[in-house]
């Protein structure tokens, strides 16, 4: 089993940056994911990255704001935002893929039934 601990976010205006990290505990998943939930809505993928290869994937509704990267010496991944807008506000989550999953095609889908490991959340909140 994998751990993640999460550090990150808070409060920003709009058009303003945060960055989120994750840690993850002994080893590093072959794909981990970061996914946001807000007040009322479901749970939904922001993107992920194949760490095995360095592969990124994005919803559309974050490409070109949001970057995904990874320390693999330190068991880590990273989400980057920037120009961030008051709908980007949630908690974030990152998470790892199940191993029985963990190939370049699951971890481009960014489906959550893919994702067994979560961490404790991250609330990120952007006024305007």
């Known amino acids: 089993q994998v751990q993640l601990v999460e550090s990150g976010g808070g409060s920003v205006q709009a058009g303003g940056s945060l960055r989120l990290s994750c840690v993850a505990s002994g080893y590093m998943p072959t794909c981990m994911g970061w996914f946001r939930q807000a007040p009322g809505k479901e749970r939904e993928g922001v993107g992920s990255?194949?760490?095995?290869?360095?592969?990124?994937y994005y919803a559309s509704s974050v490409k070109g704001r949001f970057t995904i990267s990874q320390d693999n010496a330190k068991n880590m991944v990273f989400l980057q935002m920037n120009s961030l807008k008051p709908e980007d506000t949630a908690m974030y989550y990152c998470a790892a893929m199940r191993p029985s999953y963990s190939d370049d095609v699951f971890c481009s889908r960014i489906s959550r039934g893919d994702f067994g490991y979560w961490g404790q959340g991250a609330q990120v909140t952007v006024s305007s």
């Open positions: 990255i194949y760490t095995g290869g360095g592969s990124t």
